[in-house]
Every structure is written in structure tokens, then in C-alpha cells.
């Protein structure tokens, strides 16, 4: 499964998901999963946003090597799955492509339909969105210019949904696969699992301690905040 990631200016919200992709593949060694990401406004050729940086390498992933791209339109085409960071994000990539509209979604819509619904397949997310209509914006708001403390509250966002959505996409497809967490003893934290899903057993997420580098060492960790990223 190839996934866009989308967000507006491709320096912060949208890198921090698509090298979180990248390590959620390399820690289960599912080759087939790959990610790319572009923004709307794109500052192109621009490297990641510096506490951006620091938020991925809290979470387990590789910085390095980025040059931020504008959205094009075959890079949709060439998406299995298309998460944006906005509903207006969103709104803009179904403009784009009109056809991508059954795989398009913001992260948190799709990770919350997976997970009232079950829905374990790209087709089975489209098909529960209707019936799952929800009131009000499911977004994760731009962090740059703010805080470190609002970098690692985004991060923990973008985990809390991604992380799962992925792992249960990927369960679906090859339900023979054993996912190998990430251990302590592999000197990374841990990539958060949060199960949930109509006919799932439910239990409470933890609060994920992945962006810890950029947060002020005096500060405890804090549960994700609803401010964006």
C-alpha cells in the first residue's frame, strides 16, 4: 500500500506522517508499505521545519534527505491511500483528482471510522464514511511558528491516529503476518497500538511517549492535546 500524505506547506504535519509510515514499515518489515507526502502551498525544496525534525527523530524515524514537493496530481494517481491533514486539504485534493474521492481522507476521519466501524480495507472506510457522517472538523492544525510543546502535542496526535490505521490496514491484507513491535532493548521508543473496531476488545491508549526530544526536560509527558499539527 502506497500512501500521500498532504498537508500545506510539506514542512511539518504531513513529513512527520510520512517518516512515521516509514518506520512503522522498517520496525514490521512490511515492504510493501511505502509513503510519500507533498503540500498544497508547498514550500518547495525547503528541508523539514527543525522542531518538526526533532518531533520525528521522538518518534523513531529519519529526518534526513527531505526537499518539501508541491502536491501534483499524479502523485494521487499513484496513491493507494491519500491522507491530508484538513478537510479543506482534502477538499482540495478531491478537486484535483475528482476519482481519488473514495480513497481520500483526513488522517483523524479515517482513523476514526476505522475504528467505530471496523472498517479494515480503503473500499470499507469509503463505504462506512456515510454512515458515519460526523459534525465538525477532524483536522490537525499547523504547528509551525508555535511552541515545542505544540510539536510534540502533534506529533503525539498524528501517532495516536496513523500508527493503528496502518497496522490494521496491513492486518487486513495479510492476516498470516505477525507485527513485530518495537522492543526496548532496540534502544527506540515504542510506536504506539491502540486496538478498537466493532467486534475488538477495547483498551485505554497510552499516551504516547514518542516526541519526547523536543519537549523541555522538566515538563512530564502529557497526553496528546487537541491543538493541531
Do not use: W
Amino acid at each position: 500500500m502506497h500512501v500521500l500524505f498532504v498537508c500545506s506547506g510539506n514542512v511539518c504535519r504531513s513529513v512527520i506522517a510520512e517518516r512515521l509510515t516509514v518506520a512503522v514499515a522498517a520496525d514490521h518489515g512490511l515492504q510493501e508499505l511505502t509513503a510519500e507526502s507533498a503540500g498544497v502551498r508547498a514550500l518547495v525544496g525547503f528541508p523539514v521545519e527543525p522542531l518538526a525534525a526533532q518531533t520525528i527523530t521522538g518518534l523513531g524515524g529519519d529526518a534526513a534527505n527531505f526537499k518539501a514537493r508541491r502536491l501534483k496530481a499524479e502523485m494521487v494517481h499513484r496513491a493507494d491511500l491519500v491522507l491530508t491533514m484538513t478537510d479543506k486539504i482534502r477538499d482540495q485534493v478531491r478537486d484535483l483528482v475528482p476519482a481519488a474521492l473514495p480513497r481520500t481522507f483526513t488522517l483523524l476521519e479515517a482513523y476514526r471510522i476505522a475504528k467505530v466501524s471496523g472498517a479494515r480495507t480503503v473500499v470499507g472506510l469509503h463505504a462506512a464514511r456515510d454512515d458515519l457522517a460526523y459534525v465538525g472538523r477532524e483536522n490537525i492544525a499547523d504547528p509551525v511558528g508555535l511552541s515545542p510543546q505544540q510539536y510534540c502535542d502533534v506529533g503525539d496526535k498524528i501517532a495516536e491516529a496513523l500508527v493503528p490505521l496502518l497496522l490494521a490496514l496491513h492486518a487486513h491484507q495479510h492476516p498470516q503476518a505477525t507485527l513485530r513491535p518495537r522492543s526496548a532493548a532496540d534502544g527506540q521508543p515504542p510506536l504506539l497500538v491502540i486496538d478498537g473496531g466493532r467486534g475488538e476488545p477495547a483498551r485505554r491508549p497510552e499516551t504516547p511517549r514518542s516526541v519526547q526530544s523536543p519537549r523541555p526536560a522538566a515538563q512530564p509527558a502529557r497526553r496528546v492535546a487537541e491543538s493541531a499539527g
